[in-house]
């Protein structure tokens, strides 16, 4: 799995390392049982403090998506296998009707977060 992240961005970087496993275990590129690269080897490969690999792995954790042990890493739960099918097949719908539109990524985004609240 490869990470990669936008230090000008205006999201932290603990939350774009956590977007990217999300997006990976939703896309099936990464299944129940895979661990995820050990923090300080991640840290080192990206050019991060140690720490925000950790913060990320943690939310992930708190989701339920990793089990986060010592000495053992992050390793991708069985929960968080999930048939994604519907959801994506309702997203690429958004998408369409988004671009039919011609909002911005931005507006359909905006949308999204509202309607999930």
């Known amino acids: 799995m490869i990470?990669?992240?936008d230090p000008?961005?205006?999201e932290p970087l603990f939350?774009?390392?956590a977007a990217q496993v999300r997006l990976a275990v939703a896309a099936g590129t990464v299944h129940p049982g895979e661990r995820l690269p050990a923090a300080r080897d991640l840290a080192a490969s990206l050019d991060l403090n140690v720490h925000t690999v950790l913060r990320a792995y943690q939310d992930l954790r708190d989701e339920g998506l990793v089990d986060l042990r010592r000495g053992r890493g992050a390793v991708v739960?069985?929960?968080a296998a999930?048939?994604?099918t519907d959801l994506r097949?309702?997203?690429d719908a958004v998408v369409r009707e988004s671009r039919a539109l011609s909002l911005p990524p931005e507006t359909t985004l905006a949308?999204?977060?509202e309607a999930l609240r």
Do not use: M, P, V
Request: hydrophobic letters at 50%.
């Open 82 to 84: 999930h048939d994604y």
């Open 111 to 113: 949308l999204l977060k």
């Open 15 to 17: 939350a774009q390392l």
């Open 8 to 10: 000008t961005a205006g």
């Open 3 to 5: 990470f990669r992240i």
């Open 77 to 79: 739960t069985a929960q």
């Open 89 to 91: 097949a309702a997203i």
